[in-house]
């Protein structure tokens, strides 16, 4: 229980990230082509829109400064575009408060501004405004609102949402702990594609906590984790190789996954044991095959931060 616990602040900084990554996609059509032509500059006509008040344009601009890497300005005129109502710049600005981006961490100015977007119905604010109750940052803790909050936008099947109700249901936070509503509520955010969800259900299935111990039904969702970069997937699917439990005995992928997740920094797992695991591991291979392995990890993390860098 304790390593998915420890998912929650990595999938919401990531959450954060992903916000001003999508945003462009939110804007007029016609802003986007303006945005996409002047990656480095700033547009003198959408800025004499925006300093005249125009709240896509001050969005505009906001990005803008953003991709320049001119952080103070950037939070400047989301400011701006939040307090006229965007309600994407709302989540921008409270992830900005929340994590201490661009402005001094503090969490009850985030709480307002995600309160402020899920009175708007924003599922990402009504999301982490339950996680904001849950932990008692910036409002007093209150795990009554929490789930009520996450049920919020569970309901419209938030992935993210989803996945908080079955850690609450996993860890006993709130609720009475339950391993059958934890893996009801991962499976629904894991079939939406969310690693950590996918994550948490290979575990699941792993050790027989609310679904039957299958090991061919951890290998597979710890697959899909591991291939979207999670580390503590990639570790715990490298353990499955080299036990052959639920996949083929394959020392070559067991050491493959074990770079990749020593490579990753898994969270609760100490760098000893990894390299441990990973001598052990090692002892199979020939030169050669390790050789091949070390490549294959090599192309891995290309090809993952080339499509990371894509989106």
């Known amino acids: 229980m304790e390593r998915h616990r420890k998912q929650r602040a990595s999938s919401l900084f990531l ?6 990554a999508v945003a462009i996609s939110l804007l007029p059509t016609s802003l986007q082509g303006q945005t996409q032509a002047q990656p480095t500059g700033i547009d003198p006509i959408q800025l ?3 300093k005249a ?3 896509d344009a001050e969005f505009h601009i906001a990005m803008s400064y953003a991709k320049q890497g001119n952080h103070k300005e950037s939070h400047r005129w989301y400011l701006m575009a939040a307090q006229n109502g965007n309600v994407i710049a709302m989540t921008i600005i409270a992830a900005d408060y929340q994590f201490g981006r661009n402005v001094a961490r503090n969490d009850g100015l985030a709480f307002n501004w995600y309160r402020n977007a899920a009175n708007k119905g924003n599922l990402l604010a009504i999301t982490n405004l339950g996680d904001l109750y849950e932990r008692g940052a910036g409002v007093q803790k209150d795990l009554t609102q929490a789930m009520t909050w996450y049920l919020k936008a569970a309901d419209q099947n938030y992935a993210m949402a989803e996945h908080y109700i079955g850690l609450m249901y996993l860890n006993g936070n709130g609720v009475q702990q339950d391993y059958v509503q934890a893996a009801k509520w991962s499976r629904k955010a894991a079939e939406q594609g969310l690693f950590v969800s996918q994550s948490l259900l290979g575990w699941l299935y792993e050790n027989g906590h609310g679904v039957p111990q299958d090991y061919v039904e951890a290998a597979m969702w710890y697959h899909k984790a591991a291939e979207q970069g ?3 997937a990639q570790w715990s699917l490298s353990s499955l190789y080299e036990s052959g439990k639920g996949v083929t005995q394959d020392y070559k992928d067991a050491y493959f996954w074990i770079n990749l997740a020593a490579a990753n920094n898994p969270e609760g797992v100490k760098q000893e044991d990894m390299d441990s695991f990973r ?3 090692a002892t199979h291979l020939m ?3 390790l050789s091949l392995v070390q490549d294959r990890a090599w192309k891995w993390f290309e090809n993952y931060h080339v499509q ?3 989106q």
């Not at 959450?15 to 001003?20: D, P, R």
């Open 279 to 281: 001598d052990e591991i």
């Open 308 to 310: 990371a860098n894509s």
């Open 15 to 20: 959450a954060a990230v992903l916000i001003a």
């Open 53 to 55: 008040g125009d709240v």
């Open 48 to 50: 004499a829109k925006a």
């Open 287 to 289: 030169p050669a095959d």
């Open 230 to 232: 999670d580390a503590l």
